[in-house]
């Protein structure tokens, strides 16, 4: 891990029992320090810092939504497509924000404002068809108010 980031992580000890306690906090230095995500570098960096396998490490960054192993946008878009939202058109608000953003699933936009995916289920079926952008919510959707949506990202 590099130098500000070590420093960072050493007040942060501080505060937590235990090196495996800590793990979440250092992941969050980690990818803002990487740029957004966690490549492997990243991943085996915090390992070596906690002493922790790496694949422990590994299994933390792959269970929470909240930490990326590819590049994603500034702006992170997710659309619900659990039964509620599929029926409802989450397909087709799919469909418009790569429309929209000229880039498939998972991909991000060549300026890095934006990357969208499928997300399971976001907890607000009243307001299907819905997706997340960022931290807020947007519901009773259709292509036209998506591609709204994201014309006004900055």
Known sequence: M?????????????????????LLPALHLAQKHWGGWLPEEAILAVAAELGLPPAEVYGVVTFYDLY?????????????????????????LMTALGEALGVEENEVTPD?????TH???????????????????????????????VAGLE
């Open 119 to 149: 997300f399971e289920c976001l907890g607000a079926c009243e307001q299907a068809p819905m997706m997340m952008v960022d931290d807020t919510y947007h519901g009773d959707l259709d292509a036209e108010k998506v591609k709204a949506i």
């Open 68 to 92: 990326h192993e590819k590049p994603v946008g500034r702006h992170r878009i997710r659309v619900c497509t659990n039964v509620p939202c599929m029926l409802r058109g989450s397909a087709e």
């Open 112 to 116: 890095d404002r934006c990357s969208y």
């Open 2 to 22: 590099p130098a500000a980031a070590r420093v960072k992580l050493d007040e942060l000890r501080k505060l937590y029992p235990t090196e495996r306690a800590l």
